[in-house]
């Protein structure tokens, strides 16, 4: 799910960049370190805007400044029982890899309806049920999470696709 | 999904069951009490302050909680029994097997299976410990889920007629180079090698390389006739990509080959997945059963386990002077069978920095990664094809130069491009051999399979044969009979056996000997060092066919005995056998005056055909035959070997030796034995013979061609020893052994270092041919402890009433830097005992009269 989140940040600016535009810095400076990046439960998505910018505080030692910046956030937070779109990356005889941006996700033989079966005879091989549903490198397919686990800046996930509604995505 | 489960190891036994709290059929959770139990244990308690102290038994009772979810079926247990130790307790049905695993997540049920339990002895993680899926490291399953899939794959392709084959990219179908100069040469077409260069294909890596490298352009050519040999053989294998380079490099080389991902699919994996910078494994892929698996590769020795499995394939080099570029992991590789000054030089860069396989650490990796940059830079500063070519148009100008002088002026690369040569040239033929022997081998595979298999039509399992066996059949059947003796491929030091050639060969069906005999076959010479003992003995006997190694890898590539015509060996002609006498020195006489005449024989041959005496008289030195060239090579290479050795002078022996040149200005030891009165000799050896009748632990099984080969060495090198040679001529027909007893026992004396052959004063022309016991002799006394030894010898030589003044001589002959060689030459001799010592004494008699005889003379 996604949500607006406030969030506080400590940005450190090198000496050589203190001038009239420091702030415009370090906004910049905030996107570009936070944005897309796993904050252990949540990704954060997209940064909106800062909207404090605490005074500068140098660094006893090596003189960079220090800036507390307050920002507001789209983060994504995946849920249990969650619904995603994925796009399919990978199809191994045991299952098939996706990724519903930044979340890899894996979806196994056992979370499949049961006519869909693994045809290692195609090229590239796939899953099918030999009707609408052919499931390869590249296909969208909607997901439902069975549970994550994460660790420092890395999150995984399993899904399945036994449910209405889940599988391939008509184009 | 049942499973039964133990009660642990961390019980304090014995124990006795108090009361089962769970009935069968409930279920039950993780750490849920399921039972409890008492123990009896004992504690000192008491003042422990004065020491007043007892020892208490208690009786304690504890909880035992479920180490796994699930249904409880059925216990082992009741109420009140007493349970010595480790045992199973209870079966529970479990919901999930946790057999596919994700990450640490279950892939069937989700759960988390990095969580640490104490009521379970083993982590959930380690019951899904197999990673085999191509291109992911963190999906793993069980041993259970690894059979089942493995079993579904084989049904497919024993129902479909195919196997699986991994094929290696670098050097095997492709051959890679990052070298800007093929950029430039596609572009200009009036470049000479643009022809060759048409078609390479090109390609950069987002994430290749760091620094200078970085973007680089990555040039791959396909091996001749790919597209094809691909084509047809998908038809009958299941193709795998197997390569050291990184997942992305994999990719893009896929695409190449196989650009509508018919043939490979996605099953690639690259360095990325393997877990192992050093070594390819089937296993990783096939963890249960390799049965239906090939594997074609370049490099035999990152195959540590699948040799069976395994086809070696000629590697592919048309970027000349290039290499693996993704070979900075592996060991250097030492099979090389081309004619390249040698493997480092072969191999271009990448090769002479390879690194040794070492224990794998991240910091060895780092280590090895900025390596592999490094090489990779080189490559693009260097530019070694542009090199290569400046060199060959250089060479061009200058024969032109020589042949037309008006076009003096006009020589300039760009004007005359039809001038010339190209560098780059693309003919090899690998490919249409390889596919020969995998059509030939799925053949069999499937003709075996359908004779096993009881009823025909119906799918069995259970009959497919082992391709190794079958690709065993197929391969023994090339070389069969032959009798193949190498010289000069195998770096001296290495077993011939285990080595690459050799196990090759072995697989080919041909037996390999150490040394030329009669029943030899073929004797195979590296064309770098042509001149070496055993072509000398080969070219004696005329049923020896001395090819050169171009031969053994035709038959290594076309798995078939080649024709040996093309590639006879041209033997220089010093080293032909000398007339008449070529036949003589097989044959094993046994009289004395017969032998002796035959030793000058053999010696007499390593002269040119003249006669040796004559020559010896007016110049000792003539008797190297080419100072300057290849003898000099030769005698590189036993210094190298001379490592290894280990005193064990006939091991040595087998190997490579050369005739003895002494040093500039010093007499041939031979000289001196000019007046020697022989009889002497004959009479003190016969009595010596008489008084040692036994047998030491030399009494090996000695078959007439080891006879024989170290009959003809010991005249070719034994001059020194005269007298030593002298008691291997008469006993030649009675008692070979104790002749071999005198040659140990003279160890001490003559031990087993090559190491000095180059003469301290530096004389380029003095570029002796290394002979093994003579050097020996001086090399053991400046090493070995030499009052011990001679304290040694002093005892023996009163005993043998023999003045012993030629204790001095070697050290004013030869003042050598020393070796550690001696210092086992030393344990030998005084290992040897008694017995030993005493013929030590009668060799050291002999040549204390030689020497007497020598100061005559």
Same mark, same amino acid.
Request: aromatic content about 6%.
């Given at each position: 799910?996604?949500?607006?989140?406030?969030?506080?940040?400590?940005?450190?600016?090198?000496?050589?960049?203190?001038?009239?535009?420091?702030?415009?810095?370090?906004?910049?400076?905030?996107?570009?370190?936070?944005?897309?990046?796993?904050?252990?439960?949540?990704?954060?998505?997209?940064?909106?805007?800062?909207?404090?910018?605490?005074?500068?505080?140098?660094?006893?030692?090596?003189?960079?400044?220090?800036?507390?910046?307050?920002?507001?956030?789209?983060?994504?937070?995946?849920?249990?029982?969650?619904?995603?779109?994925?796009?399919?990356?990978?199809?191994?005889?045991?299952?098939?890899?996706?990724?519903?941006?930044?979340?890899?996700?894996?979806?196994?033989?056992?979370?499949?309806?049961?006519?869909?079966? *693994?045809?290692?005879?195609?090229?590239?091989?796939?899953?099918?049920?030999?009707?609408?549903?052919?499931?390869?490198?590249?296909?969208?397919?909607?997901?439902?999470?069975?549970?994550?686990?994460?660790?420092?800046?890395?999150?995984?996930?399993?899904?399945?696709?036994?449910?209405?509604?889940?599988?391939?995505? !008509?184009? | 999904?049942?499973?039964?489960?133990?009660?642990?190891?961390?019980?304090?036994?014995?124990?006795?069951?108090?009361?089962?709290?769970?009935?069968?059929?409930?279920?039950?959770?993780?750490?849920?009490?399921?039972?409890? *139990?008492?123990?009896?244990?004992?504690?000192?308690?008491?003042?422990?302050?004065?020491?007043?102290?007892?020892?208490?038994?208690?009786?304690?009772?504890?909880?035992?909680?479920?180490?796994?979810?699930?249904?409880?079926?059925?216990?082992?247990?009741?109420?009140?029994?007493?349970?010595?130790?480790?045992?199973?307790?209870?079966?529970?049905?479990?919901?999930?097997?946790?057999?596919?695993?994700?990450?640490?997540?279950?892939?069937?049920?989700?759960?988390?299976?990095?969580?640490?339990?104490?009521?379970?002895?083993?982590?959930?993680?380690?019951? %899904?410990?197999?990673?085999?899926?191509?291109?992911?490291?963190?999906?793993?399953?069980?041993?259970?889920?690894?059979?089942?899939?493995?079993?579904?794959?084989?049904?497919?392709?024993?129902?479909?007629?195919?196997?699986?084959?991994?094929?290696?990219?670098?050097?095997?179908?492709?051959?890679?180079?990052?070298?800007?100069?093929?950029?430039?040469?596609?572009?200009?077409?009036?470049?000479?090698?643009?022809?060759?260069?048409?078609?390479?294909?090109?390609?950069?890596?987002?994430?290749?390389?760091?620094?200078?490298?970085?973007?680089?352009?990555? *040039?791959?050519?396909?091996?001749?006739?790919?597209?094809?040999?691909?084509?047809?053989?998908?038809?009958?294998?299941?193709?795998?990509?197997?390569?050291?380079?990184?997942?992305?490099?994999?990719?893009?080389?896929?695409?190449?080959?196989?650009?509508?991902?018919?043939?490979?699919?996605?099953?690639?994996?690259?360095?990325?997945?393997?877990?192992?910078?050093?070594?390819?494994?089937?296993?990783?892929?096939?963890?249960?059963?390799?049965?239906?698996?090939?594997?074609?590769?370049?490099?035999?020795?990152?195959?540590?386990?699948?040799?069976?499995?395994?086809?070696?394939?000629?590697?592919?080099?048309?970027?000349?002077?290039?290499?693996?570029?993704?070979?900075?992991?592996?060991?250097?590789?030492?099979?090389?069978?081309?004619?390249?000054?040698?493997?480092?030089?072969?191999?271009?860069?990448?090769?002479?920095?390879?690194?040794?396989?070492?224990?794998?650490?991240?910091?060895?990796?780092?280590?090895?990664?900025?390596? !592999?940059?490094?090489?990779?830079?080189?490559?693009?500063?260097?530019?070694?094809?542009?090199?290569?070519?400046?060199?060959?148009?250089?060479?061009?100008?200058?024969?032109?130069?020589?042949?037309?002088?008006?076009?003096?002026?006009?020589?300039?690369?760009?004007?005359?491009?039809?001038?010339?040569?190209?560098?780059?040239?693309?003919?090899?033929?690998?490919?249409?051999?390889?596919? !020969?022997?995998?059509?030939?081998?799925?053949?069999?595979?499937?003709?075996?399979?359908?004779?096993?298999?009881?009823?025909?039509?119906?799918?069995?399992?259970?009959?497919?044969?082992?391709?190794?066996?079958?690709?065993?059949?197929?391969?023994?059947?090339?070389?069969?009979?032959?009798?193949?003796?190498?010289?000069?491929?195998?770096?001296?030091?290495?077993?011939?056996?285990?080595?690459?050639?050799?196990? !090759?060969?072995?697989?080919?069906?041909?037996?390999?000997?150490?040394?030329?005999?009669?029943? =030899?076959?073929?004797?195979?010479?590296?064309?770098?060092?042509?001149?070496?003992?055993?072509?000398?003995?080969?070219?004696?006997?005329?049923?020896?066919?001395?090819?050169?190694?171009?031969?053994?890898?035709?038959?290594?590539?076309?798995?078939?005995?080649?024709?040996?015509?093309?590639?006879?060996?041209?033997?220089?002609?010093?080293?032909?056998?000398?007339?008449?006498?070529?036949?003589?020195?097989?044959?094993?006489?046994?009289?004395?005056?017969?032998?002796?005449?035959?030793?000058?024989?053999?010696?007499?041959?390593?002269?040119?055909?003249?006669?040796?005496?004559?020559?010896?008289?007016?110049?000792?030195?003539?008797?190297?035959?080419?100072?300057?060239?290849?003898?000099?090579?030769?005698?590189?290479?036993?210094?190298?070997?001379?490592?290894?050795?280990?005193?064990?002078?006939?091991?040595?022996?087998?190997?490579?030796?050369?005739?003895?040149?002494?040093?500039?200005?010093?007499?041939?030891?031979?000289?001196?034995?000019?007046?020697?009165?022989?009889?002497?000799?004959?009479?003190?050896?016969?009595?010596?013979?008489?008084?040692?009748?036994?047998?030491?632990?030399?009494?090996?099984?000695?078959?007439?061609?080891?006879?024989?080969?170290?009959?003809?060495?010991?005249?070719?090198?034994?001059?020194?020893?005269?007298?030593?040679?002298?008691?291997?001529?008469?006993?030649?027909?009675?008692?070979?052994?104790?002749?071999?007893?005198?040659?140990?026992?003279?160890?001490?004396?003559?031990?087993?270092?090559?190491?000095?052959?180059?003469?301290?004063?530096?004389?380029?022309?003095?570029?002796?041919?290394?002979?093994?016991?003579?050097?020996?002799?001086?090399?053991? *006394?400046?090493?070995?402890?030499?009052?011990?030894?001679?304290?040694?010898?002093?005892?023996?030589?009163?005993?043998?009433?023999?003045?012993?003044?030629?204790?001095?001589?070697?050290?004013?002959?030869?003042?050598?830097?020393?070796?550690?060689?001696? %210092?086992?030459?030393?344990?030998?001799?005084?290992?040897?005992?008694?017995?030993?010592?005493?013929?030590?004494?009668?060799?050291?008699?002999?040549?204390?009269?030689?020497? =007497?005889?020598?100061?005559?003379?």
């Amino acid at each position: 799910m996604f949500f607006l989140h406030n969030l506080e940040h400590t940005v450190t600016l090198h000496p050589s960049y203190f001038g009239r535009n420091m702030h415009e810095l370090v906004t910049a400076k905030l996107v570009k370190d936070m944005e897309g990046v796993c904050m252990g439960d949540y990704f954060i998505i997209a940064i909106m805007d800062t909207f404090d910018v605490s005074e500068g505080r140098i660094l006893p030692g090596n003189g960079l400044a220090e800036f507390t910046v307050g920002y507001r956030a789209v983060v994504w937070r995946p849920f249990k029982g969650e619904v995603v779109d994925c796009v399919v990356v990978s199809v191994n005889p045991h299952g098939f890899f996706c990724q519903a941006g930044p979340l890899r996700l894996f979806v196994s033989t056992s979370m499949m309806p049961e006519e869909i079966h *693994y045809d290692a005879n195609a090229s590239p091989p796939q899953f099918t049920n030999n009707a609408d549903m052919v499931i390869e490198p590249n296909t969208h397919i909607r997901v439902k999470l069975i549970n994550m686990r994460t660790e420092v800046g890395e999150m995984w996930a399993i899904g399945t696709i036994n449910g209405d509604f889940l599988g391939c995505l !008509q184009a | 999904m049942n499973r039964t489960v133990n009660f642990g190891s961390r019980l304090r036994y014995p124990i006795t069951i108090v009361k089962i709290l769970k009935s069968p059929g409930t279920p039950i959770k993780k750490q849920e009490v399921l039972l409890t *139990y008492s123990f009896e244990w004992t504690r000192t308690v008491g003042d422990h302050i004065n020491d007043k102290t007892w020892e208490e038994t208690t009786t304690t009772v504890v909880n035992w909680e479920s180490p796994i979810d699930g249904d409880l079926k059925k216990w082992f247990i009741k109420e009140g029994d007493v349970i010595k130790g480790d045992c199973p307790c209870m079966t529970v049905k479990e919901e999930c097997p946790h057999d596919v695993q994700f990450s640490g997540l279950c892939a069937r049920c989700g759960k988390d299976m990095t969580e640490v339990n104490w009521a379970a002895d083993t982590r959930d993680a380690d019951r %899904a410990p197999i990673s085999m899926v191509h291109d992911q490291t963190s999906l793993t399953v069980s041993k259970t889920q690894a059979v089942r899939t493995e079993e579904t794959l084989q049904r497919r392709l024993l129902q479909s007629r195919k196997l699986s084959l991994v094929v290696d990219l670098d050097q095997t179908i492709i051959h890679a180079c990052i070298d800007p100069t093929v950029g430039e040469w596609q572009r200009d077409p009036t470049n000479p090698n643009y022809e060759s260069v048409k078609n390479v294909k090109t390609f950069q890596l987002e994430d290749g390389p760091r620094g200078v490298a970085r973007g680089c352009w990555y *040039y791959i050519k396909m091996r001749p006739g790919l597209e094809e040999f691909l084509q047809r053989i998908s038809t009958m294998y299941e193709l795998h990509v197997y390569t050291m380079g990184t997942r992305a490099y994999a990719q893009n080389v896929a695409r190449i080959v196989d650009p509508n991902r018919k043939l490979f699919g996605n099953r690639v994996i690259s360095r990325d997945e393997n877990g192992n910078m050093y070594a390819k494994s089937l296993q990783r892929l096939f963890p249960v059963s390799t049965d239906m698996v090939l594997i074609i590769d370049d490099r035999a020795d990152v195959w540590p386990n699948n040799r069976t499995n395994l086809i070696k394939v000629s590697p592919y080099e048309f970027f000349k002077g290039i290499g693996d570029i993704n070979s900075s992991f592996l060991p250097k590789r030492q099979d090389l069978l081309t004619d390249a000054p040698g493997p480092a030089a072969a191999n271009g860069k990448s090769a002479k920095e390879a690194k040794e396989a070492i224990p794998e650490s991240p910091a060895v990796t780092q280590l090895q990664l900025e390596e !592999q940059e490094r090489t990779l830079e080189k490559q693009i500063k260097e530019r070694p094809l542009q090199i290569l070519q400046e060199k060959l148009d250089k060479e061009e100008e200058e024969a032109e130069k020589a042949s037309t002088v008006s076009e003096d002026g006009e020589d300039t690369p760009s004007s005359q491009p039809h001038h010339r040569h190209q560098v780059l040239s693309d003919d090899d033929s690998e490919l249409e051999f390889l596919e !020969q022997h995998l059509t030939q081998i799925h053949k069999a595979y499937y003709e075996e399979y359908d004779r096993r298999r009881s009823r025909k039509l119906e799918l069995d399992i259970d009959a497919k044969p082992d391709v190794g066996d079958v690709m065993d059949d197929v391969k023994s059947k090339a070389l069969e009979g032959c009798r193949i003796v190498l010289s000069g491929i195998i770096p001296m030091g290495i077993d011939v056996l285990s080595s690459e050639i050799g196990l !090759q060969l072995k697989s080919f069906g041909a037996q390999i000997r150490t040394s030329v005999s009669r029943d =030899v076959t073929h004797l195979v010479v590296s064309t770098l060092r042509p001149r070496t003992s055993k072509v000398r003995q080969a070219a004696e006997i005329p049923s020896i066919k001395i090819v050169s190694q171009e031969w053994l890898s035709e038959c290594f590539c076309k798995w078939k005995k080649a024709d040996e015509k093309p590639y006879l060996f041209d033997v220089h002609p010093d080293d032909r056998p000398g007339g008449k006498d070529s036949a003589g020195t097989v044959a094993a006489t046994g009289d004395t005056e017969t032998e002796m005449d035959e030793g000058e024989e053999t010696d007499a041959r390593l002269t040119n055909g003249k006669p040796r005496r004559k020559i010896r008289l007016q110049n000792p030195r003539l008797r190297i035959v080419n100072p300057q060239g290849v003898s000099h090579k030769l005698e590189e290479d036993d210094e190298d070997s001379d490592d290894e050795d280990d005193g064990e002078i006939d091991d040595d022996l087998d190997d490579e030796f050369s005739p003895y040149e002494p040093e500039d200005g010093e007499l041939s030891p031979t000289e001196r034995l000019k007046g020697f009165d022989w009889g002497d000799v004959d009479d003190e050896l016969e009595a010596f013979m008489e008084e040692s009748t036994d047998e030491d632990d030399e009494a090996k099984t000695d078959d007439d061609s080891r006879r024989t080969a170290g009959k003809k060495r010991k005249y070719a090198t034994d001059d020194e020893g005269e007298t030593g040679s002298e008691s291997d001529r008469v006993d030649e027909e009675g008692n070979v052994l104790s002749s071999k007893r005198v040659r140990r026992a003279r160890q001490p004396l003559g031990g087993s270092s090559l190491k000095n052959q180059y003469a301290p004063e530096g004389n380029d022309d003095n570029s002796s041919l290394p002979t093994p016991q003579v050097t020996g002799e001086e090399d053991g *006394y400046e090493d070995m402890d030499e009052a011990e030894l001679e304290a040694d010898f002093m005892a023996e030589f009163e005993a043998a009433e023999v003045e012993e003044d030629e204790e001095d001589q070697p050290k004013v002959q030869d003042p050598q830097p020393t070796t550690d060689l001696g %210092a086992t030459t030393v344990a030998a001799t005084q290992s040897a005992g008694q017995q030993e010592s005493s013929l030590a004494a009668t060799a050291a008699a002999g040549k204390g009269s030689e020497n =007497v005889s020598g100061g005559e003379g």
